[in-house]
């Protein structure tokens, strides 16, 4: 019908995927806001739940609340004893006190409706690092869009965070048993409804049999499932049927895996896996191919939310899905651009924004909350502010030393174990913790030198050139640095968990359950901590 409609004007039909994928978007919307129409209240919990789908904010000091957390969400509009027409615009949350007291009392400010001023404010977690977080409030009288985000900037004084650093003699264990039986669980459900999904594509008649092929490359290279076992556990955790949260889960991975093939195209990475990157496999425009079919499938598994969750939460995650990606390729634009920039002078807070936006969201932050979203069974959207700000504190904290870790083992890890190649951050250029510590303590001549080498194109970088910069993040402690600082994180991290009482501590399988693992609640979160920092030593 639209090709019909395009030839009666005279128009060729676009080629180009990033249109359809556009009219794709829009088409997926309209339908489901046509659904809500027709039998979804406009007030039901499709409105209110999306008042956490933002991230962590926090009630300042303008005589509004009581300065304890919540997660911010949509303006509601609300009448005061005047008859003006209100509305409540998120502020700012205290992610914990300077004792470690995580707070959770809900609070919000009411404005003017009219008034669409942004809100900024600091966030301090423990003492280990504070935040300013911006939100942005949609410009029209009537717009009741989602209000998310626009800079999640994450900034930590550097001296507070070396002064809070607990000393760590010996690696912590975590339970291997729980861990190794969560994520290989994980392994076969998600990559059971992974390849059904892309077999049952397959076989519509007229599509093309060798592209399906490929995408079931990188989903089974033996990746960690540590995004969808995240969301099924805390689905679990919070009293939901673990089949339930499935195709989300899914969907989370093929997101990971169609992020892996374009981050490792704009890296120039050789190694994914333990096997090549794609692109140099099959040549770079068919793996930007690849991994643009990867996201349009993952549309796909979301949208059999519909008939396993309904309407109202199949919207709400779709909120939190669109929310991480944009945080994410946001993340990945600040990181490139300081690679071809070449910028120095950066500190851990600016390393931790990056982190923020890069991984914690769509790594720690989003499974969390959506498993939270698709578990709970309460239509009360007020049972789900404190919740939600919760694994969203416990989930950014994890997510920077997640990806604190994940830069070490790049420079100190095993490549077999590892499953890139070891010192690749330094081939790419890429500004880590680690080696901002490094430029940040050598000498001028010290650091005009390592930045010489950082702008020399990866092809060009030679061994002696990268084994420098190695032997100056010895010299000067960064390697020390970053253990402690992910350490001293995870800790915190730790903290948080406890405080989640909402979480059941274990959650059997129930009745009509048709779900093979026990361990995927509480348990694999509390053991994640660990793994996270202490995996692949």
Excluded at 165 to 177: A, G, H, V
Excluded at 430 to 440: D, G, P, S, V
Excluded at 501 to 521: A, C, I, N, S, Y
Aim: proline content about 5%.
């Amino acid at each position: 019908m639209f090709e019909l409609l395009l030839n009666w004007l005279g128009l060729s039909p676009p080629s180009n995927l990033v249109f359809w994928g556009i009219l794709l978007y829009f088409t997926v919307w309209g339908i489901l806001l046509n659904l809500m129409f027709l039998g979804v209240k406009s007030d039901s919990v499709s409105d209110k739940l999306e008042k956490s789908t933002s991230s962590i904010a926090q009630l300042g000091e303008n005589g509004c609340g009581n300065g304890k957390s919540v997660v911010p969400f949509l303006p509601t509009e609300e009448t005061d004893s005047a008859g003006e027409l209100q509305s409540c615009v998120p502020q700012t949350i205290a992610v914990s006190n300077a004792n470690g007291d995580v707070a959770s009392a809900p609070t919000r400010l009411t404005v003017p409706l009219g008034d669409r001023t942004p809100q900024t404010a600091t966030i301090a977690v423990n003492d280990v690092a504070s935040a300013t977080l911006g939100d942005r409030i949609p410009d029209g009288k009537n717009n009741r869009g989602s209000i998310l985000p626009e800079d999640a900037n994450l900034e930590a004084d550097l001296n507070i965070v070396s002064e809070a650093i607990l000393p760590t003699s010996e690696p912590t264990q975590f339970d291997k048993t729980i861990i190794n039986q969560a994520l290989e669980d994980s392994r076969i459900a998600i990559g059971a409804k992974i390849q059904e999904f892309i077999g049952r594509r397959r076989e519509i008649i007229g599509s093309y049999e060798p592209l399906y092929d490929l995408l079931l490359d990188y989903p089974f290279r033996g990746g960690k499932m540590l995004r969808p076992t995240m969301c099924i556990s805390a689905a679990r955790a919070m009293g939901g049927m673990g089949q339930v949260a499935l195709s989300t889960a899914a969907a989370l991975e093929l997101y990971h895996n169609a992020f892996l093939i374009h981050d490792d195209i704009e890296d120039g990475s050789e190694s994914r896996r333990g096997k090549g990157t794609l692109h140099h496999n099959i040549g770079i425009p068919r793996a930007i191919n690849v991994g643009d079919a990867t996201n349009v499938l993952a549309v796909g598994l979301l949208l059999e939310n519909l008939s396993a969750i309904g309407v109202t939460k199949t919207l709400n995650v779709l909120h939190e899905i669109e929310f991480m990606a944009r945080q994410s390729v946001e993340g990945q634009a600040m990181e490139l651009d300081w690679v071809a920039e070449n910028t120095q002078n950066l500190s851990d807070r600016d390393y931790f924004k990056m982190c923020v936006k890069k991984t914690c969201w769509y790594s720690f932050m989003t499974p969390c909350r959506i498993g939270l979203i698709v578990g709970n069974s309460s239509a009360n959207p007020q049972d789900l502010v404190e919740p939600l700000a919760g694994v969203t504190r416990f989930g950014m904290i994890l997510g920077i030393a997640f990806q604190i870790q994940d830069d070490l083992l790049n420079l100190v890890g095993d490549m077999k174990a590892y499953g890139k190649e070891i010192g690749g951050d330094i081939y790419e250029g890429k500004r880590t913790l680690m080696l901002n510590h490094a430029i940040a303590h050598s000498s001028p001549v010290e650091s005009r030198r390592m930045l010489e080498i950082l702008a020399t194109p990866r092809p060009e970088k030679t061994p002696e050139q990268v084994e420098f910069v190695m032997e100056k993040m010895r010299q000067y402690g960064s390697i020390e640095h970053g253990w402690a600082v992910a350490r001293s994180l995870a800790q915190k991290a730790a903290q948080i968990l406890d405080s989640l009482d909402f979480m059941e501590p274990k959650t059997p399988l129930r009745p009509g359950e048709k779900w093979q693992t026990p361990v995927h609640d509480r348990r694999f979160l509390k053991e994640l901590i660990n793994y996270v920092i202490y995996r692949n030593l």
